[in-house]
C-alpha cells in the first residue's frame, strides 16, 4: 500500500531553473494538495485540486503552476527557481472534503534553490 | 476564517514525565481538529483527531487531547515521555473544503 507518494526526495535547482516535484496517490481520493514548511511557519497551503481537471490557489501560489488530468497524480511545477522557494514541500491527499477527513501525506521533497 | 495558535514553540521535558503541547484554535463553526507529528526528515502522521462523540480524544503512542469549546482549546497530552516522543507536533484545524490549516509547530525534546 504505497498511500501518497513524492519524488524526488531531494533537489538543488539553480536560480531561474524549473521543475516538477511529482505527486501520486493510489487510494482513489478526490482531493490533493501541495505545501511547503518552512522553520517557524507551519505548514502553508500552495495549490488544491478536488477533483481531476479542477485546481485552485492556496495560501502561497506564486511562483508555482499545477494541473491535475488524472485522480492520481498532481504536480507542482515551479516556472522559475528563486532562492525564496527553498523548503520542504509536501503533498497531501484526502478521501474527501467535509468534516473531520484527515488528510495523508506523502514524506517530503527537500528543495534547495541556489 | 479559521485559525489555529501554538502556543509553545519548544517544550522540553524529561523521560517518564509528563508532555503538554498547547494548542488554541478559531472558528465560526464546529471544528476540525487534528494533531499531527513529525519526527526528523520525516513526513506528516496523523496523532489523533476531534469527533463530536467525545471531548476526550485518545490517539496513537499514548497520547490523549482534550476539546474545550468554552475555552477554544485541544491540548495534546501524555502521562509519560518516551525519548521516541521527541519530533515536531502541529495543531491543525480543517475549514471542511479540505484546506488544512497549520499552527506553527512545537517542537518537542526529550531529555534522558
Known amino acids: 500500500n504505497a498511500g501518497v507518494t513524492q519524488t524526488p526526495k531531494f533537489q538543488v535547482l539553480k536560480t531561474g531553473q524549473s521543475m516538477t516535484l511529482q505527486c501520486a496517490q493510489d487510494m482513489n481520493h478526490e482531493y490533493m494538495s501541495w505545501y511547503r514548511q518552512d522553520p517557524g511557519m507551519g505548514l502553508r497551503l500552495i495549490h488544491y485540486?478536488?477533483?481531476?481537471?479542477?485546481?485552485d490557489q492556496g495560501e502561497v501560489p506564486n511562483g508555482y503552476n499545477v494541473s491535475r488530468s488524472t485522480t492520481e497524480d498532481f504536480p507542482l511545477r515551479l516556472l522559475s527557481a528563486a532562492p525564496s522557494q527553498t523548503s520542504v514541500y509536501f503533498c497531501a491527499s484526502t478521501p474527501r472534503t467535509g468534516w473531520n477527513t484527515e488528510a495523508f501525506f506523502g514524506q517530503g521533497t527537500r528543495l534547495t534553490v541556489v | 476564517a479559521q485559525s489555529v495558535t501554538q502556543l509553545d514553540s519548544h517544550v522540553s521535558v524529561s523521560e517518564g514525565t509528563p508532555v503538554l503541547l498547547r494548542c488554541n484554535y478559531s472558528s465560526s463553526y464546529s471544528p476540525s481538529l487534528f494533531w499531527y507529528v513529525q519526527h526528523p526528515n520525516k513526513g506528516l502522521q496523523l496523532l489523533l483527531k476531534y469527533t463530536s462523540a467525545a471531548t476526550l480524544v485518545k490517539g496513537i503512542n499514548g497520547f490523549e487531547a482534550e476539546f474545550k469549546k468554552s475555552e477554544t482549546s485541544f491540548h495534546l497530552t501524555k502521562p509519560s515521555a518516551h525519548m521516541s516522543d521527541a519530533a515536531e507536533y502541529f495543531c491543525?484545524?480543517?475549514?471542511?473544503?479540505?484546506?488544512?490549516?497549520f499552527g506553527q509547530g512545537t517542537t518537542l525534546q526529550v531529555k534522558p
Open positions: 485540486s478536488v477533483g481531476a481537471g479542477i485546481t
Open positions: 491543525v484545524v480543517s475549514d471542511n473544503t479540505g484546506k488544512l490549516i
